[in-house]
Nanobody, 118 residues
Framework: QVHIVESGGGWVQAGGSLRLSCAAS????????MAWYRQAPGKQRELVANIGSGGSTNYRDSVKGRFTISRDNAKSTVDLQMNSLKPEDTAVYYC????????????WGQGTQVTVSS
């Protein structure tokens, strides 16, 4: 079992920055993909960015150049640095951790609110 804890959400004015952190604990010896998703009211949950165990990254187009995902394999953590925030970035942000490759298990955090005011 893996336990996920997120932190770092909050309120910020447009153009500001926030950093989200996610820490995994428990059976973390085979973490594969770590990712951040977000869900705005009335919308589906969407991928923001993910990062593989080797450091390869993937971003949704709307955050490219503004957000940076990073991870520390030794600590089983993944961060999301969000710069130049826009009101449309307002959402609940969720950390997702995938453990294993051939038969992966997926774990989600409880979510952290990010609110960007115009």
């Amino acid at each position: 079992q893996v336990h996920i804890v997120e932190s770092g959400g909050g309120w910020v004015q447009a153009g500001g920055s926030l950093r989200l952190s996610c820490a995994a604990s428990g059976r973390t010896f085979n973490i594969n993909i770590m990712a951040w998703y977000r869900q705005a009211p009335g919308k589906q949950r969407e991928l923001v960015a993910n990062i593989g165990s080797g450091g390869s990254t993937n971003y949704r187009d709307s955050v490219k150049g503004r957000f940076t995902i990073s991870r520390d394999n030794a600590k089983s953590t993944v961060d999301l640095q969000m710069n130049s925030l826009k009101p449309e970035d307002t959402a609940v942000y969720y950390c997702k951790v995938t453990v294993g490759v051939s038969m992966p298990n997926v774990y989600w955090g409880q979510g952290t609110q990010v609110t960007v005011s115009s």
